[in-house]
């Protein structure tokens, strides 16, 4: 009869702090020391992200100039896309839970 007393834990996924997030009160948020105007916390989660277009983000120079390559930003970028590509794949074709929430994980780090 040895039961703990600590709660089971469980995953609390991205869409529902952001919903928690939301939910916090004007009167709260002053409490907090955040400003309804200027700092509400759900704005801290991004939901859509800003994409730069190539010519703000155009090809470097490799070795000297003989090559062009392109930079870590778009590069990062590209592995973005295809990660969130692979979740909407995945919920799709009816993937099990556990494969969509490790491409989910990969989209958070």
Known sequence: ESKSLQPDKRLFPP????????KIS?????LLGLSDEYARPEW???TVMPVPPPPVRPSIAVDGGAM???????????????????VRRCEQEGAPAH???????????
């Open 68 to 86: 062009r390559s392109e930079d870590d930003l778009t590069y990062k970028l590209g592995d973005i896309i295809k990660a969130s590509a692979n």
């Open 26 to 30: 004007d009167s709260d948020l002053h």
């Open 99 to 109: 494969v969509i929430t490790e491409f989910e994980q990969l989209l958070q780090v």
């Open 15 to 22: 869409h529902e702090v952001y919903t928690a997030l939301k």
């Open 44 to 46: 801290m989660i991004l």
